[in-house]
């Protein structure tokens, strides 16, 4: 067992449920249409940008309960508006969290863990 390891889980589920609320926070205090506006990244605009961070986080928590997480990409096609997509992020976060409480140890993940192929982000326990 490595307590450290736990703390350091917990710490880091609720760094991420804070970062969360501080990036939530100024995209929808940008002015109307911002957080929609193309830009010339990878998923279009900052919404999509901030809905590819949930579907990781679903993707993993799926992982750490050891079922299919049922996604075949790393986003989906089109984001929910802002405002549901923070209240789906805030379920995951409390998610995290809660997880993070329960744990007194933490499962051993090998050096490749985070291999997101073509099986999109699979744990290194899962058959090839």
Not at 36 to 53: D, Q, S, W
Not at 89 to 94: I, Y
Not at 100 to 127: D, F, I, M, N
Request: with cysteine.
């Amino acid at each position: 067992m490595n307590p450290a390891g736990v703390a350091g889980a917990r710490m880091l589920a609720r760094y991420n449920a804070w970062a969360n609320r501080l990036i939530f926070d100024s995209v929808a205090a940008l002015p109307a249409g911002e957080a929609l506006k193309p830009r010339t990244t990878l998923f279009k605009n900052m919404v999509h940008t901030l809905n590819h961070n949930y579907v990781i986080d679903l993707i993993w928590q799926a992982h750490l309960e050891g079922r299919e997480h049922g996604f075949s990409a790393r986003n989906t096609a089109a984001p929910p508006p802002l405002d549901e997509l923070w209240k789906a992020q805030q379920e995951v976060d409390r998610w995290y969290i809660e997880w993070s409480e329960r744990q007194s140890r933490l499962p051993k993940y090998s050096a490749g863990a985070q291999s997101c192929g073509r099986r999109y982000c699979r744990p290194p326990h899962a058959a090839r």
